[in-house]
């Protein structure tokens, strides 16, 4: 059996075997299925991203590159919203900058640093979320 062309673009993606997470009820979060054993690199926006919209900090990583797509009507991978795009787009530039920070200012442990994370990530998706 051929996969579908879309499962083939998520598995060039992610760099693997791509597995569906659900973080958000208009959302799927496609990662590598064996990014930790492969030692990818944590993908702290997009842990951020899920731990945001789960409103709670993920008691895991995420490892690789990650895809965020909408849902389709039928729950398969469909269009991500404008809202979402923004929600992804802020919360990866917020890591972005928040990692700047840490390279003057590094936090005292892994732990200290992914709630900070979370707290900016959270913050800045909240003002989004007030706008609309």
Known sequence: MTPEPGTMRL?????????????????MVHVHGNGRAEQLKPNLGAWASASSWMNAELPYL?????????????G??????EAMVTQVR????TTRETM?????????SNEAALGE???YVRRDLAALRSEH
């Open 90 to 93: 802020t919360a990866c530039a």
């Open 76 to 81: 398969g991978v469909g269009p991500l919203s």
């Open 11 to 27: 598995k060039a993606a992610v760099g693997g075997s791509p597995e569906a997470a659900y973080y958000h009820r208009t959302t």
């Open 100 to 108: 700047r920070t840490w390279q003057d200012r590094p936090p005292v």
């Open 117 to 119: 994370l979370f707290a």
């Open 62 to 74: 995420l490892y690789g590159p990650v895809v965020t797509s909408g849902r389709s009507a039928d």
